[in-house]
């Protein structure tokens, strides 16, 4: 459903020489698969994401082929690339703190994009977003569609992240670090929801995150990145319990005791 | 090209505003006539006259005489008068049939108030000083009106015909300021203070009514916005142009009446007459003759104007040309100051209005005092608050310059106090002879010696009498040419057909 | 309920420095020489008219007495009687407020009208021609004296291509089409220099929130660009123009005194200046508090509108 | 090394200009400032002099030259007399805190109520029209203002942990203030300096404007604009030169400000 082909994104900069932060990274997706992107920060896993979104900085230059089903997102037209998002792809973001317009009641802003893009009355348009905030399990959603973002913890937050991005109902769905400003027990919740998400409405899922805890939870393939290219790039499973790379294997040396144990159970 | 994108720019913004406007929007009896400074109340016989007097005096108020457009003493509210033999008694015989704007009739009882309030003890009137001789006012019958002298007072008349003393009744007496009530053949519509005062004609007048049916007195301080405001068309007389250096466009504009009249102003450095090194008369001539007065009046007036060489300006009818008594001559200035014991000039304070003649002849002067060795250190006085405080009433300056615009008013030199600290006793004999001469020819002479004993001993530098810059529209007929008395006299301005 | 003990904290202190500033501007224009009677009266009046004047006027009577006389007046709402022009002082404020109001009201739409797109442009075009010219506008734009831009329209649109008056103001009565003309050029000249602050302000917020997160999620809900810009950029930009345009009151205020001035404008600034010249004490007095108040007035206001415009101010509840 | 903003280089040129104009005037200029000179009165630019004459006829170039001493003497004296009592006792308040603090902040809040045009007139009927006048109307406006920035950095500086190692050496507020505080804030009030001087010219500008400014025969640009508006149709030259010194020596003094703060604070000048 996805491909990306040798996908490389350049930054100008203002008295300086260029700088190449992806340096031809490919990968393919499949519908309703998961597939994780792991590497510390700065790797280049969020400008993957934003290059697949299109919304890439303007002193950016992407080169390669970004393919949803067929078409090359890279040469859609700025209206072409507005129908993809949203509707095509959604995605969440890792700071829920500040994702959120914080002018604007949390109601609005799901339905917001259901007004704009699919013309649905003010009406119809609450009534649609208090099924989302429903359905990613916010309690006294009907009381709560009102609040501002500032009322919310950051795990109701996310979880209005998540509900903004389905509002469209996208085939795909990218989630940029999604619990790494949560606490440890509000994750589980996110990562639950999503994994939800990905079983009951067939999405396809790109979880980006440095914690190969999380990566391993729910992605099905792993795409392991450091400073702007592919490390390795297989099911998580392979990854993990052998990991064809020095690289990878710090980033599974570096995790907690605990969690590094978890796996080794979830692997068992 | 140019002229004609201007023709279109000019016309276009108008041709919107002309269809928004209610038609007759300009009547044909309306003349708005411009003035610089703002009057504080409407009243002329409270507090400043000069500006009162210049939007009310006589269009709303009027006196038992007046003062024409050539400075001769008519008849007005009195119809006429005799002074007894010892030049003591003054007996008017009022006009009848005379009311106010609010009806009350005018008659012996109103004059006596009016002229009591003038010179009671709680007076506030500015020109009190001129009427103190008055000892007793008595109304034997409503039509005579009896005035008992303490002392000969030969200008008596004349001051009666000034704003100072007109007529007021006593039920608006108190409100004359903000509501004025007079009996002149305009009644106020509107004071819109800070922009203008508006009067219409009253139909109660007891005399010809104006030709005008509305008149209406700008206040536009700033001499480029009186220039403009006559230049497309808002106002139609500036009877003082204050930028002469505008006044040449507007002869050369056949749309404009232009008239170069005399003023009653006079433009003087006075000198602190106590403190040296100004009590050495030597040092006061010798700055006189530093002066070249043309040239200033060149640069300050672009000409218009007269040098004098006394306190009297060619307006009044007692002027005499003293100007040839210290004329401009630097090396013999150097030579008197030498002699006067300051060989290498000195320094001095000249204390200077923050108004623009003010500071501009001072600037000229100061650069006049150089070429004698003498430095004058300006320093701005803000006016009038600061400047009534620390020259007037504390005499604390060394040299100021300012302009007297009170007619006849050569008298200052006697009083003491006054800011000058001049104290001549041959002066004070000139002007006690102009009080007591019982004829013309006396009172004129006495005046002539007194301007002359002035020129001479120059407590103050006299420099030149303002010219009165008249332009208006030139379709109108009536206007006054002169200022014997500063005033806007509208009652016989007409358009002509 | 937080925030109403906030502003109400807020009045109290501001009703502090009011009380403070009455006094200041009191003593220093008692100190100030120049006595109002004796310039009422000008330079013919003899001592004891100058002092029966005093009398009439209660100018004999003890410093504190005056200013607890004042005092007592204002929180009755009783401001006085002009020395000079013998009415009340509030109806002369009131009638040049009929002026200075519409004036510095226009200068502030025109300077928000043209600084808001200006500046939001130039951010969203970084670099651009767009860009420039609004960072030359604004760093001109704060240079250049507004008396002296007064100065230059009289001499260009006045003289120069004959619309609208060079000074002067025909009133309301005389319609609303000739007053408002002849604010038109004292409003650009006061609003340039507004703009040009406002311009540069707007810019750096329109950056500055264009970069957050919350936009990101805006765009990628498949909104445009432009529809981001106006629903979620802007309003969030507006606190800091807000803020500024409350600071930007006082300079305002100066900048009325001086423009009314170049355009013989019957304004309060002109008010101010004159009844100063001529020491209308009591105009004086209550003039400058006024501003003193509006000032305070206004960043109170602007308090109020920053809890309307930011939620995360309002407390919840 | 960063690389030096092009808005520096551009004030810092437009500053020398005029300082070097108004210290070139104490010792040339053209013609004498104060010398009148009657015949060419009002003439325009190249008919008397290169920008012509004024209303009696002095070089009007060679005024503002002069006029550029008056203007940046008045408005560099105001702005450090203003900043330097404004950054100490906004550095006072960081450090004493508590009540003291909020004295000098009302006491600003005090200040900042009059519009600096009016105060600037009130302390003129006080003290009369004159250079004095100027300077300390214009100078007590900058007190709010440097008090407000310099109490905001030092309160920055105070909550860092070398300034918390100081107080443990056993070093008073003063000393701290002094030797700690003061040279982590400089950066700021400077670029501060040079943009509140700016606006101090056109403060005196406007003062002069109105009539408060100093007396003649210095020359003074606002009181030149005020004159020249009496000759605006027949002499339009007299109202040009003036406004464009103003204009110029407030961009340029604005423009080194902003440079130096892009130098010095990276974070801004990438936003700007």
Request: glycine share 10%; proline share 6%; no cysteine.
């Amino acid at each position: 459903m996805l491909a990306v082909e040798s996908l490389r994104v350049t930054f100008r900069r203002d008295r300086a020489p260029p700088v190449e932060v992806l340096r031809g990274v490919s990968l393919t997706l499949e519908r309703g698969a998961t597939l994780g992107i792991v590497g510390e920060s700065g790797s280049g896993k969020s400008v993957l994401a934003l290059s697949v979104i299109g919304l890439l900085p303007r002193n950016a230059r992407a080169e390669g082929r970004v393919l949803l089903d067929g078409t090359d997102l890279l040469t859609l037209s700025e209206r072409g690339m507005r129908d993809v998002r949203g509707r095509r792809i959604g995605m969440i973001f890792q700071e829920p703190m500040t994702a959120l317009n914080p002018a604007m009641r949390v109601g609005v802003q799901i339905a917001e994009g259901l007004r704009v893009r699919r013309g649905l009355s003010r009406g119809n348009a609450r009534t649609e977003a208090l099924r989302l905030l429903d359905r990613v399990q916010i309690p006294q959603a009907g009381r709560r569609i009102d609040s501002y973002p500032h009322e919310m913890s950051g795990g109701e937050r996310q979880r209005v992240g998540i509900a903004i991005a389905l509002a469209l109902e996208p085939d795909l769905l990218i989630a940029d670090e999604p619990t790494t400003a949560l606490d440890v027990t509000v994750q589980a919740g996110i990562l639950d929801i999503l994994g939800d998400l990905v079983a009951d409405l067939g999405l396809s899922l790109i979880l980006i995150s440095h914690d190969l805890g999380v990566i391993a939870r729910l992605a099905d393939r792993t795409l392991v990145m450091h400073r702007g290219a592919e490390i390795e790039q297989d099911a998580t499973e392979r990854v993990l319990r052998r990991p064809g790379h020095d690289y990878t294997r710090t980033l599974i040396d570096a995790m907690p005791r605990r969690a590094r144990a978890t796996l080794e159970a979830g692997r068992a | 090209m140019f002229a004609r994108f201007r023709h279109f720019a000019r016309t276009l913004p108008q041709a919107a505003l002309l269809a928004a406007l209610p038609v007759a929007a300009i009547a044909a009896g309306e003349v708005d006539f411009v003035q610089s400074v703002e009057p504080a109340g409407l009243d002329p016989t409270v507090s400043s006259p000069v500006a009162a007097g210049q939007v009310t005096w006589q269009n709303l108020f009027e006196g038992l005489v007046a003062i024409d457009r050539d400075g001769r003493i008519v008849p007005q509210l009195a119809t006429d008068w005799t002074i007894s033999e010892d030049r003591l008694t003054y007996t008017f015989n009022l006009r009848p049939d005379v009311t106010f704007h609010n009806g009350t009739p005018f008659d012996s009882g109103t004059a006596k108030f009016s002229i009591e309030r003038i010179v009671a003890d709680d007076s506030t009137n500015g020109q009190k000083a001129l009427y103190t001789d008055i000892a007793a006012v008595e109304a034997p019958d409503p039509q005579t009106l009896v005035l008992t002298l303490s002392r000969p007072s030969s200008d008596l008349l004349y001051w009666l015909g000034f704003p100072a003393a007109v007529m007021v009744e006593e039920g608006s007496a108190d409100t004359n300021g903000t509501d004025p009530v007079g009996t002149g053949p305009f009644k106020l519509d509107e004071w819109r203070k800070g922009d203008r005062v508006i009067m219409s004609a009253w139909d109660g007048y007891w005399g010809d009514p104006a030709p005008l049916d509305t008149i209406t007195a700008r206040f536009i301080a700033d001499p480029q916005a009186q220039a403009a405001a006559l230049q497309s068309g808002q106002v139609d007389i500036a009877s003082e142009l204050g930028a002469p250096e505008l006044f040449a466009q507007f002869a050369e504009d056949p749309k404009f009446a232009t008239n170069v009249g005399t003023g009653e102003m006079e433009v003087v450095a006075g000198m602190n007459n106590a403190r040296a090194p100004f009590d050495n008369v030597r040092v006061r001539r010798a700055l006189m003759m530093a002066i070249d007065r043309d040239a200033l009046i060149q640069a300050v007036k672009s000409g218009y104007g007269t040098p004098i060489g006394s306190h009297f300006s060619p307006a009044s009818p007692y002027y005499t040309d003293l100007t040839g008594e210290y004329p401009y001559d630097p090396e013999a200035a150097r030579a008197l100051l030498a002699e006067a014991g300051y060989p290498n000039g000195f320094e001095f304070t000249f204390k200077v209005p923050n108004r623009t003649y003010a500071q501009r002849s001072a600037e000229i002067l100061q650069a006049f005092f150089q070429q004698i060795g003498v430095t004058a250190n300006i320093v701005s006085s803000d006016f009038p608050a600061a400047w009534i405080q620390e020259v007037f009433t504390d005499t604390d300056y060394d040299m100021t310059i300012i302009g007297h615009a009170e007619p006849l008013d050569i008298g200052i030199y006697a009083r003491d106090p006054y800011y000058f600290n001049y104290d001549s006793d041959a002066f004070d004999a000139a002007m006690q002879d102009v009080a007591t001469a019982t004829d013309e020819a006396a009172r004129k002479a006495a005046y002539i010696r007194a301007q002359e004993i002035l020129a001479d001993d120059l407590p103050a530098l006299f420099l030149y009498s303002d010219p009165k810059l008249g332009v208006w529209d030139a379709g109108l007929e009536g206007v006054w040419p002169d200022g014997p008395v500063p005033a806007n006299d509208m009652t016989e301005v007409r358009w002509s057909e | 309920m937080r925030k109403l003990r906030y502003l109400g904290r807020r009045l109290a202190g501001l009703l502090g420095i009011l009380g403070i500033a009455s006094l200041a501007i009191f003593l220093l224009i008692e100190a100030a020489p120049g006595d109002p009677a004796q310039i009422m009266l000008g330079t013919g009046a003899q001592p004891d008219t100058v002092a029966a004047l005093r009398a009439e006027l209660g100018l004999d009577r003890p410093l504190p007495l005056r200013y607890l006389a004042w005092l007592g007046g204002v929180f009755t709402g009783d401001l006085g009687m002009s020395y000079t022009y013998g009415t009340p002082v509030a109806e002369l404020i009131g009638q040049r407020l009929v002026v200075t109001l519409p004036l510095t009201a226009m200068a502030t739409l025109l300077a928000v009208a043209v600084a808001l797109p200006l500046g939001v442009m130039a951010a969203q075009n970084p670099n651009r021609i767009v860009d420039s010219l609004a960072t030359a506008f604004s760093q001109i734009g704060i240079a250049v004296p507004n008396f002296w831009i007064g100065l230059l329209l009289i001499l260009g649109v006045s003289l120069g291509l004959g619309w609208f008056p060079t000074g002067g103001f025909p009133g309301w009565r005389a319609g609303a089409l000739p007053a408002l003309s002849a604010l038109v050029l004292p409003a650009i000249a006061l609003a340039i220099p507004q703009a040009a602050v406002l311009t540069r302000v707007t810019r750096a917020a329109v950056i500055e929130v264009s970069n957050e997160d919350f936009i990101r999620t805006a765009r990628a809900k498949g909104l445009s660009r432009r529809r981001a810009l106006w629903r979620h950029t802007v309003p969030n930009a507006l606190l800091p123009v807000v803020t500024m345009l409350g600071l930007q009151i006082p300079f305002l205020i100066s900048g009325a005194v001086l423009v009314e001035n170049v355009f013989t404008l019957p304004g309060i600034g002109t008010l101010a200046y004159q009844a100063l010249s001529q020491r209308d004490l009591i105009v004086v007095q209550n003039v400058v508090l006024f501003f003193a108040v509006i000032v305070l007035g206004v960043n109170l206001l602007v308090d109020a509108l920053y809890i309307l415009l930011d939620p995360r101010l309002r407390g919840s509840g | 090394m960063r690389r030096v903003p092009a808005t520096l280089w551009i004030g810092a040129a437009l500053s020398l200009l005029f300082v070097g104009a108004a210290l070139l005037s104490r010792v040339w200029t053209p013609a004498d400032p104060t010398g009148m000179n009657i015949a060419a009165r009002l003439k325009g630019p190249g008919e008397a002099g290169l920008l012509g004459a004024d209303q009696i006829g002095r070089d009007v170039l060679s005024i503002v030259m002069a006029g550029a001493w008056t203007s940046l003497g008045i408005a560099l004296t105001a702005t450090a007399i203003g900043g330097a009592v404004g950054t100490a006792t906004g550095m006072a308040a960081a450090a004493g805190r508590g009540g003291f603090e909020r004295a000098v902040m009302a006491a600003n809040g005090v200040l900042f109520a009059f519009p600096p045009i009016l105060s600037a007139i009130l302390l003129g009927a006080l003290l009369g029209p004159g250079a004095g006048t100027a300077i300390l109307a214009i100078g007590l406006f900058m007190v709010p203002v440097f008090a407000r920035i310099a109490r905001g950095a030092a309160l920055q500086v105070w909550s860092r942990d070398f300034i918390k190692a100081a107080r443990m050496a056993g070093k008073g507020p003063v000393r701290i203030s002094i030797e700690h505080v003061l040279p982590n804030i400089s950066a700021q009030i400077i670029v501060q300096f040079a943009i509140q001087t700016g606006l101090a010219i056109l403060a005196e500008a406007g003062l002069s404007f109105l009539g408060m400014g100093v007396a003649p025969p210095n020359p003074s640009w606002g009181r030149m604009l005020s004159e020249a508006q009496t000759y605006l149709s027949s002499a339009p030259h007299l109202v040009l030169a003036p406004g464009l010194a103003i204009a110029g020596a407030v961009l340029g003094l604005n423009l080194l400000g902003d440079g130096l703060r892009d130098l010095t604070d990276p974070r801004r000048g990438q936003a700007a």
